[in-house]
């Protein structure tokens, strides 16, 4: 009842003040409108009175006046006329007045003096009285005044009477709003606050969805998000925890997130992780006159997002939102994620300069293809080169300043950004566990000697006491590499370089997703795939799907043809398949970048054109960024999934495909170029060079037997459930942690001296 109180209290006391200031408002309406129609009145009425009395006075006929100024009264509101001399002694004042006005009214001082009429609003005893004096004048000189007089006390009577009337009102509306709130509260709140105790009731015993029971109405839309994420919470550490049981009784060791968070704080000791990246993990955009918080399209940032997630700490990486500065506080940092943070964003602010050569130039004209196998000739520049170092110097610095005291961090360094950090990092915190993972191939010497700066990038990366690549011919070019352009000792029974005292050790550590737990028997949702191919406005039986950048490394444009060599050599899948193709635009300011993305629309559009029919098109460009909740139901509807990249380190869309097909459905074409075809043998592993090669296996995944499809299926899923996110991670706090550092490493010296 003390809601209901409160709330009739908070009604009724709105609806007096508003009912008040109506009255308010009503009451000085009419009485300026009252006073303006009096000194209308007292104005016309001087006037014309004016002229008959001003040869009296002249004439000082003060009989006569007495008998003017007695004869007007009894006229509405007149109360009565009074004339004044030139120095404002009264000449003759009505009878019934006489006896009031005893000095002369202040209008009257001020009208003769100024030559012109003045009015007011006075008390005269206990009267309110309005005077207008009208000065009199005998050839332009001003010898007198008449002041006349209105009673206006009928204006203070309208007022009161306004007053009463607003008195009434509110009580006849405290009346019906006591009644109309307590059956709204009967109505609206009571029944659904009924239904939500009943769902928090079914929720705690494990008999509620997650989706509460609550009304749509606009006002309860805050209140259902928390509930929503409170259910969600809930239901997530409950089938972590069945996980984990269900582990512990069949002796398995899975790596789930809550085992990943445990490993971590012991592996820690008291200790935080940093993690360094040049893509963020999440970025604010103003949407209209809104900031939007969204998450980038990168399999790192799918990678590493749930590590953070689940270990706490604090992630510096490049701010690329147009509201990234209104997001941050003084220290440019964020909590994320929004709704629940977990960990620390510190974002680190680039000039256009500096991203143009450090992340377009030496990073992606120049690293980018001299890693990859794709024939596109890397380009190196001198003044790309500085841009790269400056830009590591300021990670190194803005880390640093978020390490503070802090005695024996753990730091991970991403990508081929940041070959210079662990270096950086080395020469001033050599108390820090610092790992480097590398999320491309390495490339064999002869190809890597092409850089001109190859031997400050191999310096800066052996600064790390750990390198990580996703295979192990990978870390076998590594240190050939290292073995042929730098002076060291590579100890390859250990595998680890020891240079002047400071031993890095290069381990295979394969990344992976964050994979659903096994999957119950489900039935494949035909409706789905239906929905989602009428969306596009298109008709067909069935559809594959590709999710890449735009990147000359994927192979779109071969994937392409093989789809093309499949619609002329098996006529049966026309309009029977459609190829959606979702391309996310990668690195535009590249001009290579550019001629990609015009190639694979002018490709789609070229064959969509030779076998286009009707309402069914062979190939379906996408060519926006998606997020994983956008994708992931293109996941689980489509027939087979194509990832043919020309080179490529891992490839998460490949084991993000296996990880969403609950099903045990779909087939996964793989080039044998992808790191990740280490690990899903039972994909159809393709040359993506080989046109031909490429349509026959599209054509025996989409005609392989359930039976064969379920199979393989299952034991793909069984590897990236095992081989999982958090067992990359935990392998790679592993590997760390377990690296002792020595109390000084004379290596350290010289490179911070600059002889290295």
């Given at each position: 009842m003390r809601f209901s109180y409160r709330l009739n209290f908070a009604l009724i006391a709105g609806a007096a003040l508003t009912s008040l200031g109506f009255a308010l408002y009503q009451h000085n309406t009419e009485t300026r409108a009252l006073k303006a129609e009096v000194q209308r009145h007292s104005l016309a009425l001087a006037e014309s009175l004016e002229k008959p009395a001003e040869p009296m006075v002249v004439a000082h006929a003060i009989d006569e006046l007495h008998r003017f100024v007695d004869k007007l009264p009894g006229r509405g509101s007149l109360a009565g006329i009074a004339i004044y001399d030139a120095a404002g002694e009264p000449l003759a004042i009505t009878r019934s007045l006489a006896a009031r006005v005893l000095q002369p009214p202040r209008s009257v001082l001020r009208a003769i003096p100024a030559a012109r009429a003045a009015?007011?609003?006075?008390?005269?005893?206990?009267?309110?009285?309005?005077?207008?004096?009208?000065?009199?004048?005998?050839?332009?000189?001003?010898?007198?005044?008449?002041?006349?007089?209105?009673?206006?006390?009928?204006?203070?009577?309208?007022?009161?009477?306004?007053?009463?009337?607003?008195?009434?009102?509110?009580?006849?509306?405290?009346?019906?709003?006591?009644?109309?709130?307590?059956?709204?509260?009967?109505?609206?709140?009571?029944?659904?606050?009924?239904?939500?105790?009943?769902?928090?009731?079914?929720?705690?015993?494990?008999?509620?969805?997650?989706?509460?029971?609550?009304?749509?109405?606009?006002?309860?839309?805050?209140?259902?998000?928390?509930?929503?994420?409170?259910?969600?919470?809930?239901?997530?550490?409950?089938?972590?925890?069945?996980?984990?049981?269900?582990?512990?009784?069949?002796?398995?060791?899975?790596?789930?997130?809550?085992?990943?968070?445990?490993?971590?704080?012991?592996?820690?000791?008291?200790?935080?992780?940093?993690?360094?990246?040049?893509?963020?993990?999440?970025?604010?955009?103003?949407?209209?006159?809104?900031?939007?918080?969204?998450?980038?399209?990168?399999?790192?940032?799918?990678?590493?997002?749930?590590?953070?997630?689940?270990?706490?700490?604090?992630?510096?990486?490049?701010?690329?939102?147009?509201?990234?500065?209104?997001?941050?506080?003084?220290?440019?940092?964020?909590?994320?994620?929004?709704?629940?943070?977990?960990?620390?964003?510190?974002?680190?602010?680039?000039?256009?300069?500096?991203?143009?050569?450090?992340?377009?130039?030496?990073?992606?004209?120049?690293?980018?293809?001299?890693?990859?196998?794709?024939?596109?000739?890397?380009?190196?520049?001198?003044?790309?080169?500085?841009?790269?170092?400056?830009?590591?110097?300021?990670?190194?610095?803005?880390?640093?300043?978020?390490?503070?005291?802090?005695?024996?961090?753990?730091?991970?360094?991403?990508?081929?950004?940041?070959?210079?950090?662990?270096?950086?990092?080395?020469?001033?915190?050599?108390?820090?566990?610092?790992?480097?993972?590398?999320?491309?191939?390495?490339?064999?010497?002869?190809?890597?000697?092409?850089?001109?700066?190859?031997?400050?990038?191999?310096?800066?990366?052996?600064?790390?006491?750990?390198?990580?690549?996703?295979?192990?011919?990978?870390?076998?070019?590594?240190?050939?590499?290292?073995?042929?352009?730098?002076?060291?000792?590579?100890?390859?029974?250990?595998?680890?370089?020891?240079?002047?005292?400071?031993?890095?050790?290069?381990?295979?550590?394969?990344?992976?997703?964050?994979?659903?737990?096994?999957?119950?028997?489900?039935?494949?949702?035909?409706d789905a795939r239906r929905s989602i191919l009428e969306k596009h406005g298109l008709e067909a039986s069935t559809f594959g799907i590709g999710v890449d950048r735009v990147d000359y490394t994927k192979g779109i444009p071969e994937r392409f043809r093989a789809l093309e060599r499949l619609f002329e050599v098996y006529p049966k899948y026309r309009k029977q398949l459609t190829f959606i193709q979702i391309g996310s635009p990668s690195r535009t300011p590249i001009r290579r970048y550019q001629d990609l993305m015009e190639e694979v629309r002018m490709e789609a559009d070229r064959i969509n054109r030779r076998f286009h029919s009707g309402r069914w098109k062979p190939i379906l460009l996408i060519a926006r960024q998606h997020s994983h909740a956008e994708i992931l139901p293109y996941y689980r509807a489509a027939s087979v999934c194509l990832v043919t990249s020309l080179h490529d380190g891992m490839n998460l869309v490949a084991k993000e495909f296996v990880a969403a097909r609950e099903d045990d459905d779909g087939v996964l074409v793989l080039s044998r170029f992808a790191g990740a075809t280490h690990e899903l043998s039972d994909a159809l592993t393709v040359n993506p060079y080989d046109t031909v090669q490429l349509a026959e296996a599209i054509q025996l995944a989409l005609e392989m037997h359930p039976e064969e499809r379920a199979s393989r299926m299952r034991r793909m899923r069984t590897v990236v459930r095992e081989h999982n996110i958090y067992r990359w991670a935990g392998t790679l706090v592993s590997e760390l942690s377990e690296i002792r550092l020595p109390a000084s490493m004379p290596g350290m010296a010289l490179a911070a001296s600059g002889k290295l």
């Open positions: 009015g007011e609003f006075t008390r005269i005893g206990d009267r309110p009285f309005h005077v207008l004096a009208e000065p009199l004048r005998r050839d332009a000189v001003v010898i007198g005044a008449l002041a006349v007089f209105e009673d206006v006390g009928y204006i203070d009577a309208r007022g009161a009477a306004v007053w009463r009337s607003a008195a009434m009102h509110i009580a006849v509306q405290t009346f019906f709003i006591v009644c109309i709130t307590l059956l709204c509260i009967h109505l609206s709140l009571s029944r659904p606050l009924r239904h939500m105790t009943q769902w928090l009731r079914d929720l705690r015993t494990g008999r509620a969805s997650v989706t509460p029971s609550l009304p749509t109405e606009e006002a309860f839309k805050p209140v259902a998000r928390e509930f929503e994420r409170m259910a969600s919470s809930l239901t997530a550490a409950r089938a972590a925890a069945h996980e984990e049981a269900r582990l512990r009784d069949a002796a398995e060791s899975q790596w789930t997130l809550e085992r990943l968070r445990v490993h971590v704080q012991n592996r820690l000791e008291g200790s935080r992780l940093f993690v360094v990246s040049n893509r963020e993990p999440y970025e604010h955009r103003f949407r209209g006159d809104k900031i939007e918080c969204s998450v980038p399209a990168s399999g790192l940032v799918t990678a590493l997002e749930p590590v953070l997630s689940a270990c706490g700490g604090t992630w510096v990486a490049q701010a690329t939102g147009d509201a990234d500065r209104e997001s941050v506080d003084a220290h440019h940092r964020v909590a994320v994620p929004p709704e629940t943070p977990r960990y620390t964003l510190r974002r680190v602010w680039l000039s256009e300069e500096e991203e143009r050569g450090f992340y377009f130039g030496f990073a992606n004209e120049g690293l980018w293809p001299l890693c990859h196998i794709a024939h596109t000739r890397p380009i190196f520049r001198a003044e790309d080169w500085e841009q790269y170092r400056a830009v590591n110097r300021k990670f190194a610095d803005a880390l640093l300043e978020e390490i503070g005291d802090e005695r024996n961090p753990i730091v991970l360094v991403q990508d081929y950004h940041f070959a210079l950090l662990p270096r950086m990092i080395k020469q001033r915190l050599p108390g820090a566990h610092v790992a480097v993972f590398w999320h491309i191939p390495w490339p064999n010497p002869e190809a890597f000697g092409i850089c001109p700066w190859q031997h400050e990038l191999l310096d800066g990366i052996l600064g790390a006491d750990l390198v990580g690549f996703h295979i192990q011919a990978h870390c076998n070019n590594f240190l050939e590499t290292v073995d042929r352009a730098i002076e060291c000792r590579i100890e390859r029974e250990r595998f680890a370089v020891n240079r002047l005292g400071h031993v890095t050790s290069v381990r295979p550590i394969p990344i992976s997703v964050a994979a659903s737990p096994p999957a119950t028997a489900m039935e494949f949702d035909f």
